[in-house]
């Protein structure tokens, strides 16, 4: 599989305090077959 993402983080001084994950779950779940292709690929 070939899927992109983003990691956000937040700091207070030297401390990581948040963070954020996000996944491209239209390509993850297109290409595990649970969504058809989009057109044109």
């Known amino acids: 599989m070939d ?5 956000v983080l937040r700091f207070v ?3 990581c305090v948040e963070r954020w994950n996000r996944l491209d ?3 993850l779940l297109s290409q595990i077959g649970a969504l058809p292709a989009p057109a044109g690929a």
Not at 3 to 7: A, Q, R
């Open 3 to 7: 899927v992109e993402g983003l990691t």
């Open 25 to 27: 779950d239209l390509t």
């Open 13 to 15: 001084g030297d401390r």
